[in-house]
């Protein structure tokens, strides 16, 4: 069966975030007050995908599975009691009561057993049995999931009785007609039967593109004949019907009546999948029965509450509402950025889930994800400003650029990323400011030696210094390759966030009031990227800031008697203060284990190459599927001080002598993680970063890929 879990699995590594459907502890991260998301949303804002080899990972562990959905391999179907027409014996219109139990226990007609009439308040229906050998699952084109169980059926005697005068002529007027039809798929070789289910994900176009599970098929459940041998079919010789009523109608040669049995459980079954699947993607009606309606331009769609089954259904077809297979909530940005000085109200709704398309293949089934953003209002620290609608993207081909074998793979869209940055910049969770208040270094003596004149304008004291940072445009994502070279240094970041017109104003305490000292503007282009750690770790990391900021412009420092120039090269230092905040809100995560799998990240990269150009659609994850003893272990992670020997510092830049022949990764003053480097033939590690250049200590911690750290302090 396919569980909201599986799905949302995959949500949350594609989102890189805490989110859940009724919102999480973490990050500020909750529910929507007005229920759902009612902003635009992109299609192929992300996908989801699962490839050939992961579907054989699947079936190799189908016991599992189907322990699931059918503890012990065992699964009830009720057959509830039913009026059916057939045709018996010439006569065109034959009314049956199938399932005519009566009440429990119930052996006359006195208490409703084969009785002609089916009462919900008395007659109990019949419990079939099914006992599942094997199971196994396939993508089939053009987006059908197809499971596959080997299973035998028994059904006990099930009631069947004769109503209306064209069935008492069956015993020529002499009574109602009444038997017992016993289905048990032992009793003739082979001894069990094959089911194919066909799982289609559709589509709903009426209620925003939400992807909405359906069963499209059950094959292989018909009665056996001609070329359709058992157990692609259900064998007729399996069945025993025994006649309860007249003694003058030959039932057990009628073969219409084995015909209705079968479609009647063939209906049972597949109601019995479709409410599983129902519990699994039908919205769920609110606290106070609220249910959701949607405009997509050809007229609201309604739905209202059964609260019998706590679902929501279509008001015009009665049909279960799809819910978001994902995750939708207000992210609390300026509660999450407050040590930032972003605005405390500022926040953003964001929504991410199955839906838009789904296609599959032999050689996987890929589901897009449709996500949207919008700001709660927008803030007054920035103009008011409008996105145009990006170019519609197709699904990613996974396959095209997969960086090794792998079972899942999950991507993220450039444009949703840069749908997100848009929206934070217009929410004020980028005004940020910066104080000695959040940032106990942020005083003038970190920059004594840069700017001598401030010195001059303090009287030689320490004051606090305050830093604003103003965007004045939103940044954007641009998706790179995301490749390494054999070292582990990256040729191609994987996201490049850029950042044009950025402004910051610097302010020093002088005579107990803020002084601006100078204003400048420039261009950020950030390059990021993850590593991967132990199984399941993701941890996002900088690569090289050199050359990160140009076209730098600088006004307003009439105050301060150093050059352009040396202000010029100030503003990466500057930058750096806001780091360690900023990588508090980027830290490393773990994909948690779903459904008794875990996984193995296997790599992260660029998806779906732009034509005529170096940047792709997508950020990509791919991992393996492990499960029950293939269950993967991170390395154990210790704190060593046998690992850097020395640390030297030279204006942005620090040598460490360390161990010949390992990898590498650092960070300065608990900021984002380098990416992987190796040390030079001498030992020696080169880090460098713009922080450094300040005045005063800092703490660069170094970690291996083998899981040691180590932490030196450099002046």
Known sequence: MIRRSWIFAWCVAGLWACTAPSGCACGGFTPLPQGSYTGTKLNAAGAARMSSQGFTTLNANAASILAFF???????????????????????????????????????????????????????????????????????????????????????????????????????????????????????APSSTDLALDIKFAIDTKWDQLLSLEVANIGNTQACSGSVMPPNCIDPNDMLILNEGCSALDIARIGAVKSLLINQLTASLKTQITDALAEANCASCGPMGECPSFDGGAGVATSSCEPDAGVCLDSATGKCVPGLLGAEGRLEVGQALGTLGAPIDSAIELSFGAGGSAEASATGLTVGLRGGAKEVVVADCVAPATRPAPPMLALPDFELDAPAPYDVGISVSGQMISEVLFRAQQSGALCLEISNETVSALESGVLATLLPSLGLLTDGKNVPLR???????????????????????????????????????????????????????????????VTLDGCSGVTPVVGSLTGAITNVRVKNSEILAEPLTVLQNLVPSLLTLAEPQLATGLTSFTIPAFNGFQLQLVGARGIGRVSGSMTYNHVGLYAELLSGGQMCKAKAKHVSSELIRSAVKSNDAASLEARVGQQYSWRVDKGLWSTWQKTDSMGRLQVQHPRLILGGEHVIEVRTAEGESQQVVVR
Request: proline share 9%; with cysteine.
């Open 70 to 188: 059918a503890p012990g391999g065992v699964l009830q179907v009720p057959v509830p009691c039913s009026i059916e027409q057939t045709s018996i014996l010439g006569f065109p219109v034959v009314q049956l009561a199938v399932a005519d139990t009566g009440s429990l226990g119930c052996n006359a007609e006195s208490c409703g057993r084969m009785n002609g009439t089916c009462d919900p308040n008395i007659d109990v229906g019949q419990a079939v049995t099914l006992n599942f050998t094997s199971l196994t699952f396939a993508p089939k084109s053009p987006d059908i999931l197809e499971a596959k169980v080997t299973a035998t059926v028994a059904t006990g005697p099930i009631p069947i009785s004769s109503r209306g005068g064209g069935a008492s002529a069956l015993c020529f007027f002499n009574g109602r007609a009444k038997f017992t039809v016993d289905l048990d798929t032992a009793r003739a």
């Open 467 to 529: 830093i604003v940072i103003r965007p004045v445009t939103p940044p954007t994502a641009v998706v790179g390759e995301g490749t390494v070279d054999p070292d582990g240094r990256p040729l191609d970041p994987l996201l490049r966030l850029n950042w044009r017109d950025l402004e910051i104003d610097a302010y020093a305490l002088l005579d107990d009031r803020q002084a601006r000292l100078f204003t400048v503007a420039a261009d950020l282009s950030l390059p990021l990227g």
